[in-house]
């Protein structure tokens, strides 16, 4: 049985996760205490496996076991599309609509002066050097329907005008407000088919 203060370091620990609060912490680990065995063990295992073998893809910015990614390193993916997402998830949110056949930018996050986050913290001068290439022609600009979000996509656009590639945007169906991951698939499904020039 683990001391008071390693369980309590435990709690504070899935009490940082997002969705996740100090009771339902506490429940999660005397849940794991309960069934070391069922549940601890492989958690530790599955966890220390992550770790050592979950890698960035230097080309989108994906998470992936091997550099590139298996987006990246897919032949069948149209080399001159590329779609900007502000986050992982949202990468996951289109991927999971199997309508997109494109290429991938993940930037880390949005533009935000309240935070802090200035276009050095984003990972934009790797887009503008991949918009630059000849086989791109077209960038979708998949950034959440948020303030942020919007202010990202203006930016974005002014440092691709050099670019020779057409700027796109997600179409209407994204409420405003609304982030990518909490979409229903057909929502996001039609604004990707009907996105429109930005």
């Known amino acids: 049985m683990p001391n008071a203060s390693s ?3 435990l709690i504070t620990q899935f009490a940082k996760l997002p969705g996740i609060g100090p009771r339902s912490a506490r429940r999660i680990v005397l849940q794991l205490i309960r069934k070391k065995a069922q549940l601890m ?7 220390q496996d992550s770790l050592e073998h979950i890698v960035t893809c230097t080309d989108c910015g994906n998470i992936d076991t091997s550099d590139p990614c298996s ?3 897919d032949e069948a993916r149209d080399n001159s599309i590329i779609c900007v997402v502000e986050d992982l998830a949202d990468l996951w949110a289109i991927e999971r ?3 997109y056949k494109g290429r991938y930018h993940v930037l ?4 935000s002066a309240i935070d802090g986050r200035g276009p050095a913290a984003l990972n934009i001068d790797a887009l503008v050097t991949r918009a630059a290439q000849p086989e791109v022609v077209e960038i979708i600009l998949a950034t959440n329907a948020t303030v942020e979000g919007q202010t990202t996509a203006h930016y974005l656009t002014e440092r691709l005008a050099a670019c020779s590639v057409a700027t796109s945007r997600l179409a209407q ?3 405003m ?5 909490y979409l229903d698939d057909g929502t996001l499904g039609a604004a990707l088919k009907a996105r429109s020039a930005f």
Do not use: M, N
């Open 7 to 9: 369980i309590d370091t």
């Open 173 to 175: 169906g994204i409420p």
């Open 71 to 73: 987006i990246c390193a």
């Open 108 to 111: 880390g996050g949005t533009l």
């Open 41 to 47: 063990q492989p958690l530790i295992t599955v966890l």
């Open 177 to 181: 407000g609304g982030e990518l991951d």
């Open 97 to 99: 609509s199997r309508l």
